[in-house]
């Protein structure tokens, strides 16, 4: 079982930037990937951003070259970055954790881009 705990959502004028975090229960160095995804009104989740054990990345096209997803195993944590945030990026963002064959789900962080 993992928990994880998503932090660092808000209210942004676009243009904008956050940084959310995701502390895990238990030590990331033994996740096999760990990824940020959100869900907007109407929509589906969908995949935002992953990084795996060996720090390999992976983002939507929709966020390349805006957000930066790492990770800092001391802390047992994971970081998306989101620069010159744009009213599309409105959505509740959830970290999520692969560890074997299991998924798991943090409570999710609504971010907001509004002027």
């Known amino acids: 079982q993992v928990q994880l705990v998503e932090s660092g959502g808000g209210l942004v004028q676009p243009g904008g930037s956050l940084r959310l975090s995701c502390a895990a229960s238990?030590?990331?160095?033994?996740?096999?990937?760990m990824g940020w995804y959100r869900q907007a009104p109407g929509k589906q989740r969908e995949l935002v951003a992953t990084?795996?054990?060996?720090?390999?990345?992976d983002y939507a096209d929709s966020v390349k070259g805006r957000f930066t997803i790492s990770r800092d195993n001391t802390k047992n944590t994971v970081y998306l970055q989101m620069n010159r945030l744009e009213p599309e990026d409105t959505a509740v963002y959830y970290c999520?954790?692969?560890?074997?064959?299991?998924?798991?789900w943090g409570q999710g962080t609504q971010v907001t881009v509004s002027s």
């Open positions: 999520n954790a692969k560890l074997g064959v299991f998924y798991f």
């Open positions: 990084i795996n054990s060996g720090g390999s990345t």
């Open positions: 238990t030590t990331i160095f033994t996740i096999n990937s």
